[in-house]
Every structure is written in structure tokens, then in C-alpha cells.
């Protein structure tokens, strides 16, 4: 029985990572896209604000990359040939998508850290460590509400897959990649877009 893991178009350690840490544009895109879906899994329309977060953040770098593939094909290139231009929305998207990936890596690893503990305070956990400090007054509540929201973690599990066991190995693997890449896109982001 196929896991959420194995229905991905592209997972994040499938996404190519050259020598000098720069990211694929086109498979990073892909892969958080599939990232995405793993919202519907949480089953609740209060996740609805953070998936079209996700989404809206996605289309822009791809606008980007179509617009000026050659310039595009890692996401360092994008990001510093979309400055040159004088142009940011590609790099604000990239900026705030990372943050997001970032936040659900957290939330993720909360999950995996601590069996014990359900799912509305693994993500809570993980917004307070991650998201909140960018959020104004008017979002944090929305984004606090979501985490609320939260199916219990057995269902949430269960609906990764049938087999717990493949699903956990899987979890593991993606995660690891996801968290190398967000590191990547951080340090990198805190240079290039301090005025972001």
C-alpha cells in the first residue's frame, strides 16, 4: 500500500543540492508543492490560510523562473539575478516560502521528538519558534486558530499511510532533507535579503 511519501511528484531528497549548496529551482518548487498537500491531510479549512500562503509564494519564484530560466535554474541564481534587476518578488516569495517550509519542518520534528504529545501542541510549539516573530497582530490569531485545529495525531498518521512503520522511516528521511535545505536557504536568505 502506497504511503503520502510515495505519491509526491518530487520529495525533498530528491531535489538536486550542488557541491557549492546551490538548490535545483525547478525540483525545489515541485517538492513544495507536494509539501503543500500535506495540509489537506490536517482536514481542516482553517489551514486553508496556510496552504495559500505556501501556494501564493510558490507561483511568484515560478513566474520568476519561466520569465528567466537560464538566470533561474538554482535559487541562489534566481534570487541574485531578480536583485540585479532591481526587481524583489521573486526573492520576497522565496523569503517567505522558506520561512513557511521552515515552520512545518519545526512542526514536523516536534511530531517526531515527542510521541507523546498531540499535534495542536507539537505545531503551537513550532509557530512559537518559528512564524510568530514575522506575524503582525492581525495574523497570528488566524495562523493560532489553525494550530488549534489540529487532527488528533493517531489520524493525522493514519492517513500518511497504512503501514506506520514505512511512514515513519519516510517521515525521517524527507524531514532531514527538508530541514538541510531550509538551513541552506536561511544562512543564504540573511545575507542577500536583510532589507526584506
Known sequence: MSTFFDEMKTSFEAVPVESDNKIATSEFLEASESLVKLFDLLGNSAFTVVQKDLTGNITKI???????????????DLVNNERASGHKTASEGLLWLTRGLQFTAQALRETI???????????????????????????????????????????????LGADQERVNEQLKVWLSSLEKIVKILLEFLAVTCKDL
Not at 515560478?62 to 538566470?71: F, Q, V
Open 113 to 159: 521528538d515527542n510521541p507523546d504529545l498531540e499535534l495542536t501542541k507539537t505545531f503551537t510549539d513550532a509557530y512559537s519558534k518559528t512564524l510568530i516573530k514575522y506575524h503582525g497582530i492581525l495574523v497570528r490569531p488566524v495562523f493560532k486558530l489553525a494550530m488549534k485545529a489540529c487532527p488528533y495525531r493517531k489520524d493525522f498518521f493514519a492517513k
Open 62 to 76: 515560478r513566474k520568476r523562473l519561466l520569465a528567466t530560466p537560464i538566470e533561474s535554474s538554482t535559487l541562489q
